[in-house]
Structures are given as C-alpha cells and as structure tokens.
C-alpha cells in the first residue's frame, strides 16, 4: 500500500483535466471563485469542506474520491483499527435477514453494551468500537426479531443508537458511502421506535449526509421542516425537545456557513446559544451533545467554515471546556481551531492545537482529511518544514510535502 502523497488540490486538478474543463469552467459549475481553484490547484490555500464538497458535485465526483478516503493502512496498529469494517458492512447489508435460530439476550445487557458503544463512540476508540459493533448489530437483529410491542419499541431504540455509532465510525475513518448506508439504517430503526426525537435525530444526520453533498439549501428547508414538528412543543421546556430544537439550529447554521451565507449562519447560532442558556446543562440526548459547551466549539467552528479565521481565533478564547466534555468534541474542537490559526495567519498557534487535538483524540486526529490539508499548508508556508511538521505528516501517513 502506498501513503497519503497527494493533496486534495492535486486530485482536483487531475480530475478536472481528465474531464477536459478548464479551471474557469470547474469555478463556475461550482460556483466558487477561479482564483480560489487557482490557489487550492496550487497549493496556497487549502481546501475547505465547502470547497470540496462543491467541486466533487461539479465534476460529478464522490468526496472520498477527492479526499482519497479511506486512507491506505500502513501499519498493524492502524490494519486493526480497520478490522471490524468488513464486519460492520456485512450486518448493515443483512439487517432485515432473519437470524438464525439463537435465543435472544436479556434486554438490560443490550442496552448496556449499546451504552458502552456510545461511550467509545464519544471517546474516539475507534479500534474497539468497530470490533464490538458487529456482534452488536447481530444479537439487536436477533432481538427485534424475538419481542414485540413496547419491548420491541425499545429494541429499535438501542438499534438506532447503535446504527449511530457505526455512521460515526465508519465516516471517520474514510468510508463515507459505508456512513450513508449506516444512516439509512438510522431513520429505518427510528421510525420503528415510536420516539418523535430519535426521528429527529435522524434528520440531524441526513441533513448532514446533505451538506456533504453540497445540496446546503436543500438541507436548510429540511431542517426547517424538522423543527417544525417540536417548536409548537417548546414551551414545555422539555429538556430532551429543548435539545433537539438547538442541535437542529447548529445543523442549520452549517448549512448556510458552507453556502456563505454568514447572517443565516448567526442567526442559526444565536437560536441555538438562546436555547443552550434556557438549558443551562450540557445534555447527551440521542448521543447528540448540547449546551452550552458544545455551542461556543460550533461557534468557533462556525467561524472557521465561514472562512474568518481572525473571528474563529477571537470566539476560541471564550471557549471553556468542562472535565467530562467528550473526547470527540474536544478534539473537533481543536482541529477546527487549527484551520482558524491557519486562515488567521499564525502557524505556530495551528500547529499547537493540531498537537492539542493528537493527544486529545489521536485516530480521529489522523484519520481526519482536515488535519491532513492544515500540515500541508503549514509545511508548504515554511521555507523548509521543520522536523516536527514532518514527523506530524509522516505520523499522518502523509509522505511527499511538495
């Protein structure tokens, strides 16, 4: 297997040429500006989620294509993080299969082993919770199929959260398509749980499968339609509704953040920081983080999509970030801020929180194709990359820094 060797600027460009368009054309059908074509071609401007995910549908391309996900595994540590892939792909594709002929565990051993999934999933171990996922699947595909009624409510409950848990895995270590199927299978468990906010949840994660894709406005007037269904319900303060309702406001305001549109990005912040308050809590409802923690790290991160890495550094310095805030946001949080320091100008604050992020959640740190556009921009901007970028490249498994 060869190592990570080329930019995401270099497989734009081979792309677009196979295709015969010039880089005007590819600027226009993507509606971004030449110039920044020109600069992410060429190494001086690295490529953003936006950027990617419009010039991927422009050329009618996947994003794992662009992004060369998932990455080549080169070592035995990182062969074993992968392992339970295979597995997972098997059980998402026979999850209406009826199982063989095996008595069904106690319903409280599901529930916990489910717990611990979503603990792994928020620790970023990505390793054992591809490993426990498999078996997972299995013995809740045997349970559904043995109960009924609100057992079986239940069931498909932990199995939503489950499918959760694998979307998660599988999109961070690279197998994009693998995380789609995973939330098909969200919304299909969800819809048989009889939960309104698990529905919801669902439409969290297909509003992201959307922004992906590039479709931002679509996913805007999704979302809106979503939290329709609750807003008549808000005035119960219901802390699970009140949850939702934010987490479904921060989802909007990616959305517009990727299209540009800055106003209906803070308009969808600050609805999301007003509920945060009325909370008053950091809440983990449906494995979806909200409070006022998880707001300030998408505030930053808001800024950081909006390109404004002079605002994404100012909005860091409020965040504070409470013992117990999972490891996953924690080291989004830092990765974002890395790309903040960068489009602000100083290297040094990017590299840190880059080595911030590695300590806080190290295979979710490696694997992800935003830290491996930071170190290149940052080896790329020094008259020679110093040994600590290079060893942070190398240990990336990124091996050319042309």
Same mark, same amino acid.
């Given at each position: 297997?060869?190592?990570?060797?080329?930019?995401?600027?270099? &497989?734009?460009?081979?792309?677009?040429?196979?295709?015969?368009?010039?880089?005007?054309?590819?600027? &226009?059908?993507?509606?971004?500006?030449? #110039?920044?074509?020109?600069?992410?071609?060429?190494?001086?401007?690295?490529?953003?989620?936006?950027?990617?995910?419009?010039?991927?549908?422009?050329?009618? =391309?996947? %994003?794992?294509?662009?992004?060369?996900?998932?990455?080549?595994?080169? #070592?035995?540590? =990182?062969?074993?993080?992968?392992? +339970?892939?295979?597995? %997972?792909?098997?059980e998402l594709a026979t999850y209406r299969i009826p199982p063989e002929d095996v008595p069904p565990r106690p319903i409280q051993d599901l529930a916990a082993e489910v717990a611990r999934a979503s603990q792994l999933r928020h620790s970023v171990k990505l390793g054992d919770l591809s490993g426990l996922l498999p078996g997972l699947?299995?013995?809740?595909?045997?349970?559904?199929?043995?109960?009924? +009624?609100?057992?079986?409510?239940?069931?498909f409950g932990l199995l939503a959260e489950a499918y959760a848990?694998?979307?998660?895995?599988?999109?961070?270590?690279?197998?994009?398509?693998?995380? #789609?199927?995973?939330?098909?299978?969200?919304?299909w468990a969800a819809a048989q749980s009889g939960d309104q906010l698990a529905v919801l949840a669902g439409d969290y994660q297909r509003a992201g499968e959307m922004i992906g894709t590039a479709d931002w406005s679509g996913a805007e007037r999704f979302l809106e339609s979503s939290r329709r269904r609750i807003e008549s319900d808000?005035?119960? =303060?219901?802390?699970?509704?009140?949850?939702?309702?934010?987490n479904?406001?921060?989802?909007? +305001?990616?959305?517009?953040?990727?299209? +540009?549109?800055?106003?209906?990005?803070?308009?969808?912040?600050?609805?999301?920081?007003?509920?945060? =308050?009325?909370?008053?809590?950091?809440?983990?409802d449906y494995r979806l983080c909200f409070g006022p923690t998880n707001v300030d790290i998408w505030r930053v991160g808001l800024a950081v999509e909006m390109m404004d890495g002079t605002e994404a550094v100012k909005r860091s310095k409020a965040v504070k970030l409470p013992e117990g805030t999972p490891r996953e946001r924690v080291g989004h949080h830092y990765i974002d801020l890395a790309r903040g320091f960068l489009l602000h100008g100083d290297r040094q604050g990017a590299f840190s929180?880059?080595?911030?992020a590695k300590r806080t959640a190290p295979t979710q740190t490696r694997y992800h194709p935003m830290v491996h556009e930071t170190i290149r921009m940052l080896a790329r901007q020094e008259a020679r990359a110093s040994e600590t970028v290079r060893g942070f490249a190398a240990w990336c498994g990124i091996t050319s820094l042309d």
């Open positions: 297997m060869t190592q990570d060797s080329a930019s995401i600027g270099e &497989r734009v460009r081979a792309t677009r040429k196979l295709k015969g368009w010039t880089q005007g054309r590819l600027a &226009r059908e993507a509606s971004v500006s030449i #110039s920044l074509v020109r600069a992410v071609e060429q190494g001086r401007s690295p490529a953003s989620p936006a950027f990617v995910a419009a010039t991927a549908r422009a050329l009618g =391309e996947g %994003v794992a294509d662009l992004l060369d996900q998932p990455y080549p595994r080169t #070592s035995r540590d =990182e062969q074993n993080v992968h392992a +339970g892939i295979t597995h %997972v792909r098997r699947l299995h013995d809740l595909r045997v349970a559904w199929y043995s109960t009924d +009624g609100p057992e079986q409510e239940r069931i848990a694998t979307s998660q895995v599988a999109y961070k270590l690279g197998y994009i398509d693998l995380a #789609s199927l995973a939330v098909d299978r969200y919304e808000l005035h119960r =303060e219901d802390p699970a509704t009140l949850a939702m309702w934010g479904l406001h921060l989802k909007s +305001g990616l959305a517009a953040a990727r299209a +540009g549109r800055r106003d209906t990005a803070d308009a969808h912040l600050a609805e999301a920081a007003e509920t945060a =308050e009325r909370l008053g809590q950091d809440r983990d929180a880059l080595q911030v």
